[in-house]
């Protein structure tokens, strides 16, 4: 059974402006142990998808319905004071910008010691001990020395180390990382996903890995779901997205990495603007920005539909299996050509 | 940290002493004749001349500041007044504890008051308090103190009888022929002077309080805190609070120098002989000596006050404690 099985969320917003259907009714689900990664354009719901199932979104501008059901637990019904002894403890989460989630008043010793006394009847020394272990095992050089520097004495990279540690210091059965490395340079970045990787062959952690880069989800996540406009456009498993992608957004998607075979001024990209969430796209929310669009494309929804031979990998997309397999496997071809 | 403070000393230093010139020039820029002043009025011009000489008015500028630099600096002496020739040093030492019971004292009422209503508004933007404190905040900040202590004045000293409706008692050892005394009696005077000063600051305060907490509610901190399980009470004290209310220290410090400046009015308002109501009737009768000591004396205050917030900044913030 899966360790987290979400069915059917949505999660709207009340603004000054009208209600925004920030998430429209998606389904994911998270296996023990694995790694999901989320992928879409900023503001297409994936980050507000995640603080629904935290229960972190604000009670009084937001709703909610549908299900996330966590270890036989639904965390969309759960009371608000349940949902605080899971946060921290069952479910974690880490940032996108270590800059600015660390409280810059306090020691990252404090921060990490109340973490652990939040959800531990544990004395302060004993905890201060497990945050000087946290700090190791996330490869902090010399710990004892830095747990009671301030935030900003450490570096971007070394702040997010921290934010980890923080996160996984109850070993929480599921870690929520939104665009860990998107403010981090490119090296940095890739000592974060390693780190990440390591701690959860150790602690056989599930992550479910929010991101924007296609590049990190291929050296992370074992399922992807890529989202579009509040609702998934595909899903499926990591190598079928790559090698055989069904739906017109992720070609576009996938087309749209920079390749350094191609000698092009510019990168290629998705026409048009993501879609206002306040009134968004009638039918497929893709169509306006599709070079494949069909004129039942405006009307109707497609629903997810199983690729034949693999039900697991799922695509919402009204084309014909024919061309949607043609056209995959053209895109697939010339990424594998750009790669060797 | 060592260094820090230094710096700051020196700066300090150097401000006091860049105000001191300021000041010496306004005793000159003021149309009025300081030797005809001090030799008092009917004095013939002999005796004016004579005045003159000893207050070294015919030497040059630079030589005149120099002494009354040094004066200030060797005899620590302000100078004396020319009304009633009494040492200006005595003259700030008896006005000074008034104002400042009025203006620490009312820190604490304004401070008090604007705090949690600051708090609570943040938290709930829009509802009925948020309103009804805004709209507290409007005419806080629109009313002169003149009107609002001639009101309260009128209010709750002369039409409930609640309270004094002017006069001053002193906290300890009344002066001889004084009509009341003791900590009892100065609280029940100063009720008043505080309120109208409260209402003046408390107002701006809540602002203040209200746009920095709902400033730091939104910071990713503060989302951090709650994703690691903290109850909403504790990320309110142990991540909002400390955050938001960093800047009113140093708003506060520049405060109460302003304050100061309120005094004039709360002071003449409810007759309390503290320094604004001082520098009032000196300015009445062009008694510079006095001017320039209480201004002089300010200006000290408000530096000392600056460095104090410098210092408790660096205490509380450690961004600048290693900076």
Redesign the interface.
Known sequence: MALLDVRNLRTSFRTDDGIVEAVDGISFSVELGKTLGIVGESGCGKSVTCLTI?G?NNPRSSTSSGEAVFDGEDLIAASPQRL??????KV??I?Q?PM????????IGWQLV??VL??NDISKKEARERSLQALTEVGIPRPERRIDD?P??FSGGMRQRV?IA??MINEPALLIADEPTTALDVTTQAQILDLMRKLQDDHGTAIIMITHDLGVVAEIADDVAVMYAGRIAEEGVVERIYTAPRHPYTWGLLGSLPRVDHDADRLAQIPGQPPSLLSPPTGCRFHPRCAYVMEQCVSVVPALAGVAGDPAHRAACLLDEETKAREGQRLADELLAGAT | MLIYLIRRLLWALFLFFAVTIVTYAIFFVTPADPARLAAGQGASPEQVQKVADSLHLNDPLWKQYGLFLKQLVVEQSLGTSFVNREDVNDVIARAAPVTASLVFGGAIFWLTLSIPVGILSALRPRSLLDRTAMTFVLVGIAAHPVWIGLIFAYVFGYRLGLTPISGYCDFVNPSIGAECGGPVQWAYHMILPWMTFMILFAALYTRIVRANVMETMNEDFVRTARAKGAPEPRVMRSHILRNSLLPIITILGMDIGLALGGAIFTESIYGLPGLGRQILISFENYDMPVIMGITLFATLCIIIFNFFVDIVYAWVDPRIRLS
């Open positions: 935290m972190l605080r002894e899971l946060r921290g403890s974690a989460m940032f910008d600015t989630s660390l409280n810059p008043v306090k020691s109340e973490a939040l959800h301030y900003h004495q934010m923080m996160a």
